[in-house]
């Protein structure tokens, strides 16, 4: 028989009758603060406490719910942030200045982008902030100054952005594979992302262009730079555009890219030009189940910390590392899902800008564009740039979305587009910079788009799909898409107009068979 003794008097309990030994603590929640107490040396039962705000905190998206992890000297507090999503809660990014959390959705019937205070209690599950031809958006950023909200879409392999209103949706990228995690710059301008099928790191421009010439990138017709391309399954990724990497003892440039890989269980760093890559952390024998190794998908940064959370522990652990070494992995909460995945890290200090960018952004008044303002970095300060599905191209004045007076339509069948490439607007011809899409702007989209032909009389596009045997047709304006002609016409490889005659001509593809239909 064994007897324990337990001095009653080294013993604290709280108001809600939990009990802790002395020298432990514990944090609650206090009318929407932070209160830590500490069981005293004094003995008694006595303990202390002291109350803060609430500054600092992790979100983790976790399927129907996301989660609020305060992170308090040392000392955690985890509780269900936001509860009873419809679907399934992926990226998150946060609008520090405007309280607002973004997160992305990818259940069916669900898919969206999302929008809610972040100071709001658990029973506000947020309203849908972009609705309408979103599948499966696995990343989201915010562009903390214009207030854009950019997002991928793995199944359109596309890049999107929208105003702060959610409005004026253009299309920035198109044609990856399958575009997961992404992270903006405004600063600088810049555009990251990872792309899951590719095992790759990338980076354009925030208003989606990329300047081979500038880069001096190899490939003239490129139209964005692969900074890594050794990955697996590249989730997760975060910025440091204060980190400085350094020349020499004097000259150095900023910026620093963290991810995390779910298929090498790796998290590994590069920087903004693709220089000082490393593997911060290989866990691919830290975590297991059933003696196989287990992805992962969040990251955040804060600090000199990365916080992430390894897939399939049955106790849903999220642990941190720090990123220059110092310290090892240290488990700092417990009680998530099995499968989280995004996160993000929301403090006082964050998105500010320095001394060294006190440019022209688009920020408040300061711009003039028609419709949508995109941060070029404080060398060039801001561009202008139109909607997709609208027709609209930037006008001469470089700030006004006008139509064109003459322009090419093309398609691309691998990212199910019909783009207009302006050749006079407003009188005043369009020069090409070279670049194989330049001012290239969507129009239409459809699965696999093949030929195309344009009434000027009614100012619509006819294309025909070849993936689903048809011929669309919508407004240049991007209105009143509908189909044209569907029935038993086979695949369609060339259309033409004889806008006089209100007839459309389309071939069958390796025939010589022509048949024509009256277009009203």
Not at 130 to 156: M, T, Y
Not at 253 to 272: A, L, S
Request: glycine share 10%; hydrophobic share 35%.
């Amino acid at each position: 028989m064994h007897i324990f003794l337990i001095n009653v008097f080294l013993v604290c309990e709280d108001d809600d009758g939990q009990t802790y030994m002395q020298g432990n603590s514990w944090t609650t929640m206090v009318n929407g603060k932070l209160k830590r107490c500490t069981c005293g040396g004094e003995g008694m039962g006595a303990y202390t406490c002291s109350i803060t705000m609430e500054n600092t905190f992790l979100v983790v998206a976790d399927g129907h719910q996301i989660h609020k992890i305060s992170l308090f000297e040392g000392d955690v507090y985890r509780r269900d942030y936001i509860s009873n999503l419809p679907g399934t809660a992926v990226a998150l990014a946060i609008d520090k200045s405007n309280n607002a959390i973004f997160w992305t959705d990818v259940g069916n019937g669900n898919a969206g982008i999302y929008k809610a205070q972040l100071d709001i209690g658990t029973t506000n599950t947020g309203t849908r902030f972009v609705r309408g031809d979103i599948h499966e958006p696995n990343g989201i950023a915010i562009d903390w100054l214009s207030k854009n909200v950019i997002w991928s879409d793995a199944q359109l392999g596309a890049i999107f952005m929208v105003d702060k209103y959610g409005k004026n949706r253009r299309r920035l990228i198109s044609g990856l594979s399958e575009p997961r995690s992404i992270a903006v710059d405004p600063l600088v301008g810049a555009l990251f992302w990872t792309d899951y099928a590719d095992g790759t790191v990338n980076f354009c421009a925030m208003s989606g262009h990329f300047d081979p010439l500038k880069a001096h990138h190899y490939d003239q017709t490129a139209r964005f730079l692969t900074l890594y391309n050794y990955g697996k399954w590249p989730n997760q990724l975060v910025l440091d555009p204060q980190y400085k990497n350094m020349i020499d003892s004097e000259n150095y440039y900023n910026g620093m890219i963290y991810w995390i890989d779910g298929g090498k269980r790796t998290i590994e760093q590069i920087d903004y030009i693709g220089n000082n890559h490393n593997i911060l952390l290989n866990f691919n024998h830290m975590f297991n189940m059933d003696g196989n190794a287990v992805p992962a998908f969040g990251l955040a940064l804060h600090n000199d910390d990365l916080y992430f959370s390894p897939w399939h522990q049955t106790d849903g652990t999220i642990y941190s590392i720090s990123r220059d070494g110092s310290s090892g992995l240290t488990a700092i909460s417990r009680g998530i899902s099995p499968r989280p995945f995004g996160m993000a890290i929301v403090f006082d200090y964050m998105q500010q800008k320095d001394k060294g960018h006190q440019g022209n952004f688009c920020e408040s008044n300061r711009h003039h564009c028609s419709h949508l303002c995109v941060n070029a970095g404080s060398e060039d300060g801001y561009e202008c740039t139109c909607p997709s599905l609208s027709g609209l191209v930037i006008g001469p004045d470089g700030r006004n979305c006008v139509t064109p007076d003459e322009f090419l339509l093309v398609t691309s069948l691998t990212e199910g587009t019909v783009s207009l490439i302006p050749t006079k607007v407003q009188g005043i011809p369009v020069s090409s910079n070279g670049t194989e899409f330049a001012e290239r702007t969507v129009v239409a989209q459809s699965v696999r788009p093949s030929a195309v032909a344009f009434d000027p009389m009614e100012q619509r596009i006819y294309w025909s799909d070849v993936a689903l045997n048809r011929i669309y047709r919508q407004y240049l304006n991007g209105t009143f898409q509908g189909i044209f002609l569907e029935d038993s016409i086979g695949t369609v490889d060339g259309i033409a107009i004889d806008w006089n005659n209100r007839l459309l001509f389309f071939r069958y593809v390796n025939t010589s068979l022509s048949m024509s239909s009256i277009l009203n």
